[in-house]
């Protein structure tokens, strides 16, 4: 007859007590509510095995612990912490004797194992109408909660959207925070740990007092992979889930193209071995491959390590006093800081249960003990020549930095979805480059190269948080703008294709190349109800106004006539370039729309005609400029009435009298003398906007 284990637990999910009484031979669990009664009970001595956690308070776990290894010093104690609090709760407890610690959400597998090993005894195998039952019961529970949760996650979407708008009230953002734990601790409870983790994430993000309106884009980002993460059934709490996927398997030496070596040198490794020894050794080994590598031999060290050095890999032990190699391995794999960095384990134990422990626990490879300095340095090479590799590419264009086509329509999607619960506009914007298959043939592969990454740059400077910008494929990219019509929407892209034809690109023969791009646009709703659809219509008309040969923006359902006027804050025509440059910056960085002209017949061309290319509220003007000098300008200006719609402001270096009636009877409102005061002039250009608007 086994003998019997007595084991105390408080603050455990009932289904992980179960669990314990089920699978651990011989275990009688007593479980318990509050602390004094647990630490009565501890102080009997009866009990072999005490499991704490982190849901109970820190003084409440260290007063049951001391009474029982006071009453019986052979009592093992172990305690579950959270892994988003582990680094604080590890620090707090550090004082008390614990035996092992365990990471919630917890791999029930792993911590029935190292339980059974701690009170010495063995864990029963499952049975199947027990696993059936609890699988039944936790579908039947979820099926209840579902509705509750995706309604708490409705109310962090209109937080994202106040904070897009930057009005997130304190009150809604006090919600956003705790309906986010709520779903955290849901998920955690039904078995979506991914959901968890994002959950977690986000209510980190509301509780910050420094969240700004950029986060809102990030959360919205969010808020689409936790609807997705909490698809599909339930999870039963016994069974044991890796984080990922699916285990990594051992890259087997030889095989493949090889590692690529140019990444190697000034590689950053942590180890993490209670052995020092082993630590020194592979510092020393390591280091004449110019890799540098931070030795801890205390795993309490494992989240400060983590956060100074960043490493390129991880290397850890697999059986540590306290905490276990799989179990800091699983803190990494769950969180999205590092879950993408390779985890290679060294290991005296390398019999098929420790190596499926080892994977289970998301580890990519294994060497076992004694190793062989060849084949470790072979192992670390291939997983870091496959970083890039695993970091998903097919998220991230690589040239244009921007998202793909699919992770672009997720986002999107998610946006109309709240634009159909709110009946705000959205518009979906074509962008794509004129003529580029053109530029390989006649300036190189390069050139080509060159353009989409400038413009993968351009984009996202240009648009709003909130505003979803990706690249489609070719030459294409898909803009989703929030809260915007589609005439809106074209005036910015027009904007857009105005800033690409003033670029100009080097081809590898040193030629000057400059290229142009067409638009088209459609709305949510008015053109279609899907993101396909919308892309769909807006790149017809775009390809109808290339066909009448306008290179600039069309919009869905309306005549094409011609280009659109492009309507900015201010128009800067001076020649002196370092002034313009600090000017358009003092007024972008103020959010105004600003156009600059270094000649007066650039400026002329653009500002007047039938359709002007752009039009101002605000001209600032110099005088003593190329080409057509600042009263003719202005001369022209007032001829076809510009001045009435737009307010003019001299920049000159005259001061005289004459020269200022001149400006103001042509229809200047202001005369600026250089050199003058930015802010002043700020201040000038913000009271006329006033008094325009």
Not at 31 to 51: H, T
Not at 155 to 168: E, G, K, P, T
Request: with cysteine; glycine share 8%; aromatic share 4%.
């Amino acid at each position: 007859m086994a003998e019997a284990v007595g084991v105390l637990v408080a603050g455990l999910p009932a289904e992980i007590v179960r669990e314990i009484g089920l699978r651990i031979r011989g275990a009688t669990v007593t479980e318990f509510e509050n602390a004094q009664q647990m630490g009565r009970a501890a102080s009997q001595g009866e009990a072999k095995l005490v499991i704490l956690s982190d849901t109970l308070p820190a003084a409440d776990a260290i007063y049951v612990a001391r009474r029982a290894r006071d009453a019986n010093d052979a009592v093992r104690i172990a305690f579950i912490i959270s892994m988003a609090q582990a680094e604080a709760a590890l620090h707090a407890l550090r004082e008390i004797s614990v035996d092992t610690f365990f990471f919630s959400p917890v791999d029930v597998e792993e911590m029935l194992r190292e339980l059974a090993k701690m009170c010495k005894s063995e864990v029963l195998a499952p049975q199947a109408s027990h696993v059936e039952n609890i699988a039944a019961a936790v579908a039947g529970a979820w099926d209840r909660a579902r509705a509750s949760t995706l309604a708490k996650i409705d109310v962090l979407d209109d937080a994202a959207i106040a904070l897009l708008d930057d009005s997130l009230a304190p009150e809604l953002k006090k919600t956003a925070q705790a309906e986010s734990q709520s779903v955290a601790d849901l998920a955690t409870k039904f078995g979506f740990h991914r959901g968890s983790g994002i959950a977690r994430e986000i209510a980190e993000k509301f509780s910050s007092d420094s969240i700004t309106r950029v986060d809102g884009v990030a959360i919205s980002e969010q808020l689409l992979a936790l609807r997705t993460a909490l698809e599909g059934p339930p999870q039963p709490p016994a069974e044991a889930k890796t984080p990922r996927d699916g285990p990594a398997r051992p890259s087997p030496s030889g095989t493949g193209a090889g590692p690529d070596h140019s990444g190697i040198d000034g590689a950053r490794i942590l180890v993490v071995d209670d052995d020092a020894q082993i630590t020194r050794a592979l510092t020393t080994m390591l280091g004449r491959r110019k890799i540098n590598v931070t030795g801890i031999n205390d795993p309490f060290q494992f989240w400060s390590a983590l956060d100074e050095t960043k490493p390129s890999l991880i290397m850890l032990d697999l059986e540590m006093p306290k905490i276990s190699g799989t179990e800091l391995c699983r803190v990494v794999r769950n969180d999205r800081r590092w879950s993408e960095i390779p985890v290679l384990f060294l290991t005296g134990h390398t019999d098929p249960e420790s190596i499926r422990r080892v994977f289970a626990a998301g580890a990519d490879d294994y060497v076992g003990k004694p190793f062989v300095a060849a084949e470790l340095t072979m192992r670390i090479e291939t997983r870091l020549s496959g970083v890039k590799a695993r970091r998903g590419p097919v998220d991230t264009d690589p040239v244009t930095g921007l998202p793909t086509g699919g992770r672009t329509t997720e986002i999107i999607e998610r946006f109309l979805r709240l634009a159909r619960r709110k009946s705000d506009p959205y518009s979906i914007a074509v962008l794509e480059v004129d003529a580029f298959t053109g530029l390989a043939e006649s300036y190189g592969r390069s050139i080509s190269d060159r353009v989409l990454r400038a413009i993968g740059e351009l984009l996202p400077r240009s648009f709003r948080g909130e505003d979803v910008v990706g690249w489609w494929g070719g030459a294409e990219f898909l803009v989703g703008m929030y809260g915007s019509s589609k005439e809106h929407a074209a005036i910015k892209l027009n904007q857009i294709c105005t800033k690409v034809a003033e670029q100009s690109f080097l081809a590898d023969d040193g030629r000057e190349v400059k290229v142009q791009c067409s638009g088209g646009v459609a709305q949510y709703q008015t053109d279609g109800d899907t993101v396909n659809a919308l892309r769909q219509k807006a790149a017809e008309v775009l390809h109808q106004v290339r066909e009448v040969g306008v290179n600039r923006v069309g919009i869905s359902g309306m005549q094409i006539a011609g280009p659109l006027t492009r309507r900015v804050d201010v128009a800067i025509v001076d020649d002196d370039v370092a002034l313009v440059a600090m000017l358009r910056h003092a007024m972008e960085s103020r959010n105004l729309r600003v156009a600059t002209y270094a000649d007066g017949e650039t400026a002329v061309a653009a500002l007047t005609g039938h359709t002007p290319e752009v039009q101002a509220t605000v001209i600032l003007l110099g005088v003593d400029i190329p080409a057509l000098n600042g009263l003719d300008v202005l001369r022209r200006l007032k001829a076809v009435e510009v001045t009435r719609s737009s307010s003019v402001v001299m920049l000159t270096s005259r001061t005289g009298e004459r020269d200022v009636l001149a400006a103001l009877e042509l229809g200047a409102t202001d005369h600026i003398a250089k050199p003058f005061s930015v802010p002043v002039l700020m201040h000038k250009v913000r009271m006329v906007l006033r008094q325009s608007s």
